[in-house]
């Protein structure tokens, strides 16, 4: 117990402002609760400043540096130019500090207070926040739980070994590495290798599985191989990395297919997953009546809660740990915390790669829906008869549109340029419950990328004039 | 479906479960009376919500149950996986909406739009006492529920549930689970079976490490909400009016359920509520802030402690009349300013008039329907006394009908059934309506709006004796008529004392409306008819 705590009392306690909790809070004071925010690093949380974006505005600079050569090729002479990746850091981080003000700004405009320091709960109505000189008792009547997530950490391979980081350390770096080493072949490796591939780099992935993207269909993942040299680089699969030998530049150890090998490079990056027991736990969470399931997330009801006054949002609620999911619970929750009668409802929540072309997925995939339906309609347009990509020196990938016999859309998957932007209309007319006659009967733009959706929509009913 | 105990109306929160008139298995048709219970002063007739078959009987005869609780599982046919999230979302609503014991009066008519919520598949759904639902509720007990993985079932029932891929702890069902019940979530749920398979399928590239298992296990996407054939907008419009969304039969392509499914669904709820708020005053609807109820609750539970009964003080259980009675007496007593004005009517000829007529008429002629016409015939006079108070509209709502309750002593207490248009009837088709409504009062047997409250009441204690009394008056009218016993008294009549036959009049009136002259007047009225009966003949 510390000396002299203040107490004071809130109706809307929420710790972490994260994606998940800055919506909880910032929807929950527009409906009138007074809200305190505690977040004991920057707001915006690691979407904001160690993920999502500064990873895009990173992808959006490498993309320049690799389109030199296009450029030379369609008569934009560039011999000369320069890049200082010190000033793209820069830049990348006043976007970062550009979007955190914002967030502020906003907190402030709707009267969210904003504390910084780290919350431990004490019981299901009161935490103790400890800020930088003080310490404060804080009485809540509800509380929203948005502690997000960190990334695992490998026995052997942990972050605090020389060389060894994390996608947060990743998006940091001075200069570019002439060699990085990523452990783990999912999207966020994945999206490592589209960086600083770009860059120069020369990239070598580990993957324990048999192949990078295990949890992509097997054609997306030919199709973006195919496509770019990026990432058949150097991948090794069925590697399981167990050590790093610290040295002037480290090595790793890896055991493939019970042989062990050696891989080394400026950094190792380990990007296996992302964990958020330790999140709950640095809030004190047994000291109330909620607990922490097995997988360690925390169970929720449709309406994000996890106990009587207890809301959980975001990461710490469970798969997807997608930001754009987060936004949505938190948005609930805010709401049902006000006493709004909602609930979180979205039947589809689009997944995104910024791989090199992009790959965007909602709903089912060919072969969830060939498993599950006797007989379903596939149609395909490939991105090289889209006459915008081609101007845009794009071409490469697909859409793809999977629909019921009675032509209900299933699900879609776009690899192409732009695709984490074509997905909106996809997973638009999912929640829709839209047919493939309602999206052919909706007039598209040309020359647009969406228009391949169309396209594919048609195909499906083999009357694409396209293709 | 789960089929709750609708709403009678007129406040009535809970009754006494009195039969099944159906048995579990039986096919019912959509108002079938499927079972009877007892509440406020009426035994009603509960009707099926839907077409279907019982699946199981929840309520038994003699139980307490309360508007909103479930008493029959119902299969219709529909899904009903998903119907426990409903539910569930319904009762949350309940706890989250809160109106607070102050605003409740004023927000009648906001928390109409709530109320019609709770009544998801009740057909005759109205108001909603939280406030009394709470009382004797658990209601921790209740909101746990759903969430715990606990279910009643039998092994065989558990393993059919295995088969066919239910999971129980889904259903929502709180007491035992049937394997109808199970067979139907099968039958119903193929949907969501499939569509949570699928949604074994986001995770994150790893590389097989502990941790990262569990993770993977746990990944799933967002099929596993359900998948509900309906597009957002409907699914919030659904919500808005509380309307359980997997109950809904779509009516689109491919059964999706439209705006227009959810607006008629809604509508139908609308339609019952509006019905029973046309009967003016009723219980508070509103809803109770958790906490609040919470809190009164440890209140009466602490004051009800000091006077648990105990050695020669027996507790008697209230019925549902009695605590109807109780609390609408109170509420009263409490709003309406009450005066009584007592005077004395000489009512000899009036007697000699009855006696001489009672034989050539049928149906058994008291002297209510006199009474009553002279009423009447004062009321016009006297508008004020037939009235309603608005506090919200400041306003005096005189009515230009006359519908009078009568009390009635029951062997179930006090009824007080409606006499409507007294002043189109004669006297003879009053005297059979009396006699129509007091016997089926006797039974039990009136319907609820039978005893909704009139414009005006009569309460005939005399008959059973005393000759004067303080009637309360039954809200939200403005005025009662107390009659006391006929009886020879002696009186003077032009300087000499006779025996006469008379009768004390007791007038209780809200001072807020009518003044006492004009009570006195209206009294001055009523005894002039009394006294000249053949004023009173003339439209019999």
Known sequence: MVVGDIETGTELLVIGGGPAGYAAAIRAAQKGLEVTLVEKEDVGGTCLNRGCIPAKALIHAAGFQKDME???EIGIHNKGLDVEFSEVQEWKNDIVENLNTGVKNKLEAVGV??????ARFLDDSTVRVEEEHRTDKLNFEKCVVATGSKPVEIPGLEFDKEGVISSREMLNLEEVPEELVVVGGGYIGMEAVTKFCKFGSKVKIVEAEERVLPNFDEEVVENIQETSECYNDEIYTNTKAFEVREGETPVLLANQDGEEIEIEGDYILVAVGRETRSGLKSVDLENTSVEIGENGFLETDSRMKASENIFVVGDA???????????MEGKVAGEVAAGENTGMDAQFIPKVMYTDPEVAVVGLTESDAREEYEDVKVGRFSMRHSGRALTTNGGDGFVKVIASEENQILGVTIISDRASDMIAEATLALEMQAYLEDVIGTVHAHPTFPEAFQEACEDALNKSVHT | MRFEFPDTGEGVTEGQFLEWKVNEGNEVEEDQIVGEAETDKAVVDIPAPADGTVSELKASPGDTVKVGDVIMILDTGEGSAEEANGSEGSEEKVAEEPETEENKEDSEESSEDKTDAVMVGS????SYDEDEKEEETDSTNKNSESDSGDVLALPKVRKLAEEKGVDLSKLGIDGRITEEVVMEASGSGKVQESQEESGEEESEGTSGKET??????????SQNMGYVNARPSVRKLAREHDIEISMVDGSGRNGEI?????????????KNTEQEDNEPRQENTGEDEPEKVEKEELDQEEASQDIRPEGDVEGVEMSGVRKITAERMAQSKNEAAHVTHIEKADITELV??????KSDVDAHLTYLPFIMKACVAALRD???LNSELDTEHNEILRKKFYDFNIAVDTDRGLMVPKIEDIDSRNMVELAEQIADKASRAQEGDLERDEMAPGTFSITNLGVIGGEAFTPIIYPPQSAILGIGKIQETAEVLDGEVVPRKTVMLSLSYDHRVVDGAEAAKFMNKVIEDLENPKNLIIDM
Do not use: C, F, N
């Not at chain 1, 207070?113 to 780290?118: K, T």
């Open chain 2, 258 to 270: 439209t705006r227009d499914d959810i607006l008629k669904a809604a509508g139908e709820m609308d």
């Open chain 1, 70 to 72: 296009h450029w030379d």
């Open chain 2, 212 to 221: 990262e298992k569990t993770e993977r296990d746990s990944e799933t996407v």
């Open chain 2, 123 to 126: 057909p005759s759904a109205s």
């Open chain 1, 113 to 118: 207070e904003l504390m910084e320091g780290e």
């Open chain 2, 382 to 384: 006297h508008p004020d």
């Open chain 1, 317 to 327: 609620a469970g798969q997807p740990m997608l930001a754009h999911k987060a936004y």
């Open chain 2, 352 to 357: 000699e008039l009855r006696e001489s007529i």
